[in-house]
């Protein structure tokens, strides 16, 4: 029987085993769900890394003794060695990146990635980290990418199309920009914004109270603070449907670490306006990763039906047919659903005005100054025809 995002597949399940933290709540789960007859490995692989979680799986493998096939075996210890190196070189690049926006006088934070991993796991062998997330000002977005080019940087996104002092102007609207190393095959997504709509959490600012977090011996980075870094994790989440189960996993292994616990925190995300963001996030925990709750906490939070509704069309995204297969995009039309919740990620008309504003923000038009400053005024409709033509699959 086909899996769906209620029932998924043993596959599923024994990932989502693997996925718990810290290894003494997970070793137990894991090997009760190795032992399910029939366990297909290639799929576990395939799950593995659709979800970008090797660097977990690979631990609970080898923590727990699993006897599993030499091919996933292998691809588990070389996956583990990859991250466990290119995190190191992550770090390595943070730092002189860091060194050359201070130089610079540019304010930066580097956020998600080895700061999360650090902070959640407290070793840089066991997260994904895909690139290095930086914020700088807006105002110093110019500078910033001729320095990276300087640095040895080509940006991909934008792509040519956009002038480096053209820049500027797409992070207006737009939360970033994508640059990789060819050298080293680094990626850097830099922000001028931590979301891409500010009016989900208009607290997530450069501004914001920071601290410094030691990703490696001798090498410490500013990062946001504690009071921010859940209830934006909760919404960064939330607004992307949750479809990866790592970003879950990073969650949970925060929350293991955390000594107020998921309902201080839950409180606090709602005092800042995503309580639903969190609400989401901790029941997904809760009914996938073996997160405790106590009854009456997991009981008021399934009482309201939007936060019923999102965790359906979460579930929806991580498991059933997509449990081992990508989206095409994260413009798919099979994302049209995480589009349409993210409507309902916060209540008022005022946001949602602005999330519609965020889909149809239409950088490139507007860093190109396509239209006369009269007309400026379109841009929005622009926007909206370029992202109805992508969902219908008539524009990449």
């Given at each position: 029987?086909?899996?769906?995002?209620?029932?998924?597949?043993?596959?599923?399940?024994?990932?989502?085993?693997?996925?718990?933290?810290?290894?003494?709540?997970?070793?137990?789960?894991?090997?009760?769900?190795?032992?399910?007859?029939?366990?297909?490995?290639?799929?576990?692989?395939?799950?593995?890394?659709?979800?970008?979680?090797?660097?977990?799986?690979?631990?609970?493998?080898?923590?727990?003794k699993i006897p599993v096939p030499l091919e996933l075996d292998k691809a588990l210890s070389e996956q583990?060695?990859?991250?466990?190196?290119?995190?190191?070189?992550?770090?390595?690049?943070?730092?002189?990146?860091?060194?050359?926006?201070?130089?610079?006088?540019?304010?930066?934070?580097?956020?998600?990635?080895?700061?999360?991993?650090?902070?959640?796991?407290?070793?840089?062998?066991?997260?994904?980290?895909?690139?290095?997330?930086?914020?700088?000002?807006?105002?110093?977005?110019?500078?910033?990418?001729?320095?990276?080019?300087?640095?040895?940087?080509?940006?991909?996104?934008?792509?040519?199309?956009?002038?480096?002092?053209?820049?500027?102007?797409?992070?207006?609207?737009?939360?970033?920009?994508?640059?990789?190393?060819?050298?080293?095959?680094?990626?850097?997504?830099?922000?001028?914004?931590?979301?891409?709509?500010?009016?989900?959490?208009?607290?997530?600012?450069?501004?914001?109270?920071?601290?410094?977090?030691?990703?490696?011996?001798?090498?410490?980075?500013?990062?946001?603070?504690?009071?921010?870094?859940?209830?934006?994790?909760?919404?960064?989440?939330?607004?992307?449907?949750?479809?990866?189960?790592?970003?879950?996993?990073?969650?949970?292994?925060?929350?293991?670490?955390?000594?107020?616990?998921?309902?201080?925190?839950?409180?606090?995300?709602?005092?800042?306006?995503?309580?639903?963001?969190?609400?989401?996030?901790?029941?997904?925990?809760?009914?996938?990763?073996?997160?405790?709750?106590?009854?009456?906490?997991?009981?008021?939070?399934?009482?309201?039906?939007?936060?019923?509704?999102?965790?359906?069309?979460?579930?929806?995204?991580?498991?059933?047919?997509?449990?081992?297969?990508?989206?095409?995009?994260?413009?798919?039309?099979?994302?049209?659903?995480?589009?349409?919740?993210?409507?309902?990620?916060?209540?008022?008309?005022?946001?949602?005005?602005?999330?519609?504003?965020?889909?149809?923000?239409?950088?490139?038009?507007?860093?190109?100054?396509?239209?006369?400053?009269?007309?400026?005024?379109?841009?929005?409709?622009?926007?909206?025809?370029?992202?109805?033509?992508?969902?219908?699959?008539?524009?990449?």
């Amino acid at each position: 029987m086909a899996p769906t995002p209620d029932n998924p597949s043993p596959e599923f399940r024994f990932v989502c085993a693997a996925c718990r933290w810290p290894r003494a709540a997970r070793d137990g789960a894991v090997c009760e769900a190795a032992a399910v007859p029939g366990i297909d490995w290639s799929r576990v692989a395939q799950i593995t890394k659709r979800h970008r979680v090797w660097g977990l799986v690979a631990d609970a493998v080898r923590a727990s003794k699993i006897p599993v096939p030499l091919e996933l075996d292998k691809a588990l210890s070389e996956q583990a060695g990859r991250i466990a190196r290119q995190n190191l070189g992550a770090a390595a690049e943070t730092k002189r990146l860091g060194a050359m926006l201070d130089a610079a006088g540019i304010d930066w934070i580097t956020f998600k990635g080895l700061p999360v991993a650090i902070q959640g796991y407290g070793n840089l062998s066991v997260k994904t980290a895909n690139d290095i997330d930086i914020l700088i000002p807006v105002a110093g977005a110019e500078r910033t990418a001729a320095l990276f080019r300087e640095a040895g940087y080509v940006r991909f996104s934008p792509g040519p199309e956009i002038a480096d002092d053209q820049v500027a102007a797409w992070m207006q609207v737009s939360k970033e920009t994508g640059w990789r190393h060819p050298g080293n095959g680094l990626i850097v997504e830099l922000h001028s914004r931590l979301l891409q709509n500010p009016a989900l959490l208009p607290q997530a600012a450069l501004d914001a109270p920071r601290k410094r977090i030691a990703i490696a011996p001798g090498l410490d980075v500013p990062t946001m603070g504690d009071a921010l870094l859940f209830p934006y994790l909760f919404a960064h989440g939330a607004h992307h449907g949750w479809f990866r189960l790592k970003w879950l996993a990073d969650v949970n292994a925060l929350l293991a670490a955390d000594p107020l616990g998921p309902e201080t925190r839950y409180r606090e995300a709602k005092a800042m306006g995503v309580g639903r963001c969190a609400a989401q996030g901790l029941l997904l925990l809760h009914e996938m990763l073996g997160l405790d709750l106590s009854p009456a906490f997991a009981k008021e939070l399934r009482a309201d039906a939007a936060h019923r509704r999102l965790v359906r069309i979460a579930k929806a995204c991580l498991g059933g047919e997509f449990e081992a297969k990508d989206h095409a995009s994260p413009m798919a039309r099979s994302m049209l659903p995480v589009l349409a919740a993210g409507l309902l990620l916060r209540p008022g008309i005022g946001y949602k005005l602005s999330e519609l504003g965020a889909l149809a923000a239409n950088p490139a038009d507007r860093a190109t100054g396509r239209l006369p400053k009269s007309l400026s005024f379109l841009y929005p409709v622009l926007g909206g025809v370029r992202w109805t033509r992508r969902m219908l699959g008539r524009k990449p």
